[in-house]
């Protein structure tokens, strides 16, 4: 079982996701991060790339891994719409991800996400269940 919702917040948007292992979760979060930035079914897995990510802890971990993501979209423009944990650990995340280059005719309703935010950000297992709170800056 995995799952996001998304939440308001004042000028900002979030998510809480849900998910029944770590590497769910960090799927999950992107997965959710992106739902408000496009439809992915309007996304073709054309290109994969390699991620590696190293933090101090799951938080920091989940910071660094989202704003990866939102650096692909806006340094590269790269829409991504697959995302594949490879490993993943307390201080350290592998992972590959599939999308494609904007497409100005096709992707015309992309929203712009600037950063994930340290504001209210949880990564917590619960009674068996991982469970994650992020806050964007939109």
């Known amino acids: 079982?995995?799952?996001?919702?998304v939440i308001e917040h004042t000028a900002d948007i979030g998510i809480e996701a849900e998910a029944d292992s770590?590497?769910?979760?960090?799927?999950?979060?992107a997965e959710g991060m992106f739902s408000f930035i496009?439809?992915?079914?309007?996304?073709?897995?054309?290109?994969?790339?390699?991620?590696e990510i190293d933090a101090?802890?799951?938080?920091?971990?989940?910071?660094?891994?989202?704003?990866?993501?939102a650096y692909m979209l806006g340094a590269d423009g790269l829409l991504l719409s697959r995302f594949d944990i490879e490993r993943v650990a307390t201080t350290r995340l592998e992972a590959m991800v599939?999308?494609?280059?904007i497409d100005p005719d096709r992707h015309r309703d992309a929203e712009e996400v600037k950063a994930a935010t340290y504001h209210q950000m949880a990564v917590e297992?619960?009674?068996?269940?991982?469970?994650?709170?992020i806050i964007f800056d939109v």
């Open 56 to 69: 101090a802890d799951l938080e920091e971990l989940m910071f660094s891994w989202l704003n990866e993501l």
């Open 38 to 51: 496009i439809d992915p079914s309007l996304v073709s897995e054309v290109e994969r790339r390699h991620v």
């Open 1 to 5: 079982m995995k799952k996001y919702r």
């Open 22 to 29: 770590l590497e769910e979760l960090f799927e999950v979060a």
């Open 98 to 101: 599939w999308g494609e280059p």
């Open 125 to 133: 297992k619960r009674e068996g269940t991982w469970l994650a709170r």
